[in-house]
């Protein structure tokens, strides 16, 4: 059973989105309580939010384009009587805050003028809110919200294939953990904004494991040293680490099946796959606008470029 449990609280006409919200808590682990799920039947619904939220570690108060819905009202008045109790008994408080779904309109000015001298306007007094629109990583930061720990990934499983000379699994383990890190598994690519945002912590640490079982021969510290030694010229960068074959009109790029998964290939050749696999939505966008392949190679490194230009590596 989860550690944590989370109330959500929400409008009924938000529900599509409320779902999805829960099905990825869920994949993380995190228990969560919806009345479409946990209220059954004649249940008397009013006693059974109480008595759940009794026992719930935290209660995200979900709002959308619809804003609070009528029973959510009620949900939200009994949340800080919830709240007040377990600080008058002394017992382990309660978090929670509002979380602002991506379909709200409103600016959150606006949102607090309207609702401030209500019943519910605590949420509004120094809140811990959760804005989906602002946020990078939206799930990242919700996670982090309810359970005030941070986004933890565990890279074990990359270690154990670098330390077992598996390659090419542990390079598509790189892009998997980078996505998780990154808040990105459901789009399955980086894009420029999470590669320049992406923690400093967690890229030292896949770099340096790189790095330690290759004996130096791999890692994006190893490309940056690279790059940096040819004046971050594309094309020599991909003739060093060996992307790429030929001169000018008879270079040849390689396809991600001929990438060399052994300590025989050049050096800063791998990791390889962040970049291959983020290309997908470069490579959807050439293929709509008719562009060669060539731009497309050359657009990927320019976009490795924009990791190796990090002064944490």
Not at 5 to 24: G, M, T, Y
Not at 61 to 79: A, R
Not at 152 to 165: I, S
Not at 253 to 279: K, Q
Request: charged letters at 25%; glycine letters at 8%.
């Amino acid at each position: 059973m989860s550690q944590y449990k989370v109330f959500l609280c929400h409008n009924s006409k938000d529900k599509p989105q409320v779902r999805e919200i829960r099905d990825q808590l869920e994949q993380q682990g995190i228990e969560t309580w919806m009345d479409e799920q946990d209220i059954k039947g004649f249940d008397d619904w009013k006693k059974k939010i109480k008595e759940n939220l009794s026992q719930m570690n935290a209660v995200a108060v979900l709002l959308g384009s619809s804003g609070f819905g009528e029973w959510q009202k009620y949900e939200i008045i009994y949340t800080e009587q919830e709240i007040n109790r377990r600080e008058q008994n002394k017992l382990l408080p309660l978090r929670a805050g509002l979380v602002i779904l991506k379909s709200c309109q409103q600016t959150f000015q606006k949102i607090r003028d309207r609702h401030y001298d209500t019943p519910y306007g605590w949420l509004f007094i120094n809140p811990h809110m959760v804005d989906l629109r602002a946020s990078k990583a939206p799930m990242k930061q919700l996670i982090e919200a309810i359970t005030e720990q941070r986004w933890h990934v565990d890279y074990t499983r990359l270690e154990n294939l670098l330390k077992a000379g598996q390659w090419k699994e542990a390079d598509q383990e790189t892009l998997a953990v980078m996505l998780k890190t990154a808040g990105r598994e459901k789009e399955g690519w980086l894009d420029i904004e999470s590669i320049q945002n992406f923690p400093r912590k967690d890229l030292h640490t896949i770099d340096q494991l790189w790095v330690e079982y290759s004996d130096g021969h791999f890692g994006f510290s190893v490309q940056k040293r690279i790059s940096e030694s040819v004046g971050k010229d594309y094309e020599k960068f991909g003739d060093r680490v060996g992307w790429g074959k030929g001169m000018w009109l008879n270079k040849k790029w390689l396809d991600y099946n001929e990438i060399i998964f052994s300590l025989d290939a050049p050096e800063g050749h791998l990791p390889v796959g962040v970049v291959y696999g983020s290309g997908s939505w470069f490579w959807g966008l050439d293929a709509t606008l008719g562009v060669h392949v060539v731009p497309f190679l050359q657009r990927l490194i320019v976009f490795l470029f924009n990791l190796l230009s990090r002064p944490d590596l």
